[in-house]
């Protein structure tokens, strides 16, 4: 026999299980009741519970969990890092450098440092993912392995979606020597 069972924490409605669910997709913990399932039964009727704890009974219209609405408070705007809390000092390449990561178009830089990249771009990245960046400048190329840091939408799509470009950060994971050979500017900021 299939039933409803109900989230007390957050009020989601699992719906046609045989037994209580072991956590809630919306709030992620586990304590849920049974809904009645007679006809003519009210909608809180309440037949069992997938804890040993006595549940309150639950009405659509009353909130599972009372929360204390603070007076809002205004933050101070968000400031970029200080220049010093940087790990490596960014620059914008002198001369041209190509960027190529998997399944992509190349890449304008806008900028680079030691440790990481930003580019812009018209398809987004998962933040997270690991990726094989290709730099290249004047017939010389270098492959690193670097994390996704982030990508936001950067600019466009007005009235339409073909013309959203996306800049994403990518963390290198490793930085050899020949990273300074490619790029001689990074080595003189050091």
Not at 7 to 32: K, V
Not at 97 to 104: G, H, I, M
Not at 177 to 184: I, K, V
């Amino acid at each position: 026999m299939v039933n409803d069972w109900i989230c007390q924490i957050c009020g989601n409605t699992i719906r046609d299980r045989s037994r209580a669910p072991s956590y809630c997709p919306r709030c992620g913990l586990g304590d849920f009741i049974l809904v009645g399932d007679e006809p003519g039964s009210p909608a809180d009727g309440v037949s069992a519970a997938s804890t040993n704890v006595p549940s309150p009974r639950l009405s659509p219209s009353r909130r599972l969990v009372e929360v204390a609405n603070p007076p809002l408070t205004a933050l101070p705007a968000a400031l970029a890092p200080p220049s010093h809390c940087r790990p490596a000092k960014r620059i914008r390449p002198k001369d041209p450098l190509e960027v190529r990561l998997p399944r992509t178009v190349p890449l304008q830089a806008l900028d680079i440092s030691a440790t990481g990249l930003l580019v812009e771009h018209i398809r987004p990245f998962t933040p997270g993912s690991i990726c094989e960046v290709e730099l290249w400048r004047s017939s010389h190329g270098l492959r690193l392995r670097a994390e996704v840091v982030r990508s936001v939408v950067s600019g466009g799509g007005k009235g339409s979606h073909a013309g959203i470009r996306y800049r994403t950060a990518v963390h290198f994971l490793e930085t050899p020597q020949s990273f300074f050979t490619l790029l001689p500017e990074l080595s003189e900021e050091a």
